[in-house]
């Protein structure tokens, strides 16, 4: 998950200045003593919190190896009490609360991947109130402050009229392409019985993301014939199309409003350093919450891979063969949005006003997106307090408790609000 | 081992027509009832070399991992009643077959690792006269064919002047860097004590290599502060600088005369799809038989990454961090030759000349390289047959008697005509 602006396009969205009844929602939710004890119990509870926190960040959760934390995370919520607990065959865990009423559920996920591939330190370092380690924002604080929701609903004996789903999901980041949440309402249980999806991702509770930016991801691979690069100087080299197609989309200047990025972000290939490559590739990525403006990047970087393979095909010899390249779609996200006078919107408002906050509002690319692309209510909050270089190894949270627990608070009324409580 | 060719500079080196001396020291040794005796024993013992060639290729010895071929190597030395056989402290195996005076040695090496990792599978298979391998070409043929010269000079009770040292040396190959001849001319024993040596190295025996290739190689790996594909755009991307600096080395038009070659050769790094990686690295490999023309160019390739580093960091914010370039040498081999008119090269040409051959001069980058660049008359030979396909799994020889021991028989003249015959 990750933050981004809001365009003034997707401005047009907001309607108001309403919003009356949610506010009375949420209003109703945190000024009741049921919502206070659980609110009580969210403080009480917040060394354990950190403490699963940590138990999660700590086991490895590479990208389509999320077996392993899943396993755990299921042991998790079958120890707090939630019915039908399972992982479903996509590898996403699922564990529900049930309401007061009959009817669709309401989803609250985070997710269980992280960017970091397998063998990489997530061993969490704490300096006083700071905990480091890769993935322990982006997600896994989230998925120990599920837990604590739950408890702290047990705790003060909340009854929501709606079932709350609590779901880890698999596949959110990179490669993943959102594929838990894909196959959760493609082929899930509840995929026509969600009435509202809240995904955690990432800290700040004043976030609401209910832009979902669409991305195009490909593997590029750049072909050529190879050979020594002594005795074969002067063929074709496919590192070098590589080379030039990197440094001709990094002097594209996108626009910022709607904000269009790009990256080329992962690299690999060669044979040995005395061998002219026969192969290398670059995995890139492209984003935005503007179909139109994402599909305009698309063609400028398909023309500046193109570009490059024909420029080094002119540059050097190809009496051995010519260089070539590759598209391997690997990430095809849909852009979407959740109007801001819906009720799932107006309520996490509500709420972030109750506790003093003041919302703003994102575009990213998270699960979300999926819900979005299908017309279902969605947007991704932050699980509280603060924390930063997400997806680099210096990722940190920060878990002194007074903003910590004022951000689980906000969600939690949020959600309570969206649920109903009898 | 590798073929070149022969630049018109290093043609000046040749010097002639004279050449009378050294036919003469040839002429002698192959008209001579001893070497004649020699030569037949090459031939009715063809079949236990080539025992012992399958032998020796079949131990793995895969970069800085000789120590089991090089075990095997010694006792093979000490089965053949070699003198003062030792495993030097680099790894190389050392055997002296003593002369009739005092002075500096002969060397007559060929070494013993290959380039393939643990693991290959290194059973050779065979068809008809062809024997199939990885590293049966290059060079394992050559270590039994050392071990067959010994035989030979002892069946035929041959007394050279100067004591042959045989040798299998370690790292010749890639990474190995010449580490084994490093060593026997940086701090072995007879470092000071070598009267010429032969790399025997590779397959035709037609080929003399007397221009040793200089190669500088590099690891690079660019480094920033990494972030969120989306989140952290606008961030330098060490990528990018990557990319600029590939395709700017693949700018600069070296010489061809001298032949001067670079190659972008392998690359890896980054995160996941999603992220602005935090480091990628290329490997480059830049050669020249001109230390000079070698020079400039590696001056130039550091100004290249330096300027792509200088860019990056101008074309994006560095508000997280800057792009950075860390060069590991990762290889360094002097360039060096010996003049066509040096005792060793005439003799080896007369050699190949009495047995009815065309020698071509070759350029390439051996353990011949060490002593070149220190001044000691140094070639590399090939040691008979035919074969191909070096560095690939598909690597072959032809064990055909007639080719292989007219190859093993022109070299053992060349080496008796420098060693001295009494």
């Known amino acids: ?59 490895p959760a590479p990208p389509f190896k999320e077996a392993e934390r899943a396993k755990a995370y299921r042991a998790m919520f079958e120890a707090h009490g939630l019915r039908n607990v399972e992982i479903d065959p996509e590898g996403n865990v699922l564990g529900l609360r049930k309401g007061t009423r009959a009817g669709p559920v309401v989803v609250v996920s985070a997710h269980l991947d992280t960017v970091f591939p397998e063998g990489t330190n997530v061993k969490v370092r704490r300096e006083g109130t700071k905990l480091y380690a890769p993935g322990i924002a982006d997600d896994s604080r989230s998925l120990a402050v599920l837990l604590a929701w739950s408890r702290a609903l047990d705790a003060a004996k909340i009854k929501t009229r709606s079932d709350i789903l609590f779901v880890g999901t698999v596949g959110e980041e990179g490669a993943g392409d959102l594929r838990g949440v894909r196959y959760f309402f493609g082929k899930g249980a509840y995929k026509d019985n969600t009435k509202a999806f809240y ?41 070098a199309a590589m080379g030039k197609a990197v440094a001709d989309l990094y002097a594209i200047q996108p626009p910022t ?68 390249a590759e598209f391997t779609p690997i990430g095809d996200r849909p852009a979407g949005a959740t109007p801001k ?82």
């Open 1 to 59: 998950m990750r933050r981004a602006y809001l365009s003034t396009l997707l401005a047009l969205l907001i309607t108001g200045p309403a919003l009356a009844a949610p506010k009375t929602d949420v209003a109703k939710v945190v000024n009741s003593a049921a919502f206070k004890a659980a609110a009580a119990t969210l403080a009480a509870e917040h060394d354990r919190t950190v403490a699963d926190i940590i138990t999660l960040t700590e086991i």
């Open 199 to 239: 995904s955690v991702d990432g800290i700040d509770p004043a976030h609401i993301t209910h832009i979902g930016v669409g991305s195009k991801r490909y593997r590029v691979t750049f072909k050529g014939p190879g050979g020594h690069s002594y005795g074969a100087f002067g063929i074709v080299n496919p590192m």
């Open 257 to 324: 409003d709607p904000k269009v990025t790009y990256s080329a972000s992962v690299v690999g290939g060669g044979t040995s350093v005395n061998s002219i490559p026969d192969k290398v590739f670059v995995e890139f990525d492209m984003r935005s919450a503007d179909a139109a403006e994402l599909a305009k990047l698309e063609a400028q970087f398909k023309a500046v891979i193109e570009g490059a393979v024909v420029a080094e095909n002119k540059a050097r010899s190809t009496r051995v063969g010519a260089v070539s």
């Open 341 to 422: 006078d819906a009720a799932i919107v107006a309520n996490t408002i509500a709420a972030i006003e109750a506790f003093g906050g003041k919302p703003t509002f994102e575009a990213s690319s998270t699960d979300a997106n999926a819900p979005m692309g299908r017309g279902i209510p969605a947007i991704t909050i932050g699980s509280g307090g603060t924390g930063g270089r997400a997806h680099s190894i210096d990722e940190w949270i920060d878990v002194e408790p007074t903003a910590s627990v004022r951000g689980m608070t906000i969600g939690l009324a949020a959600i309570l609000a969206t649920a109903g409580v009898d």
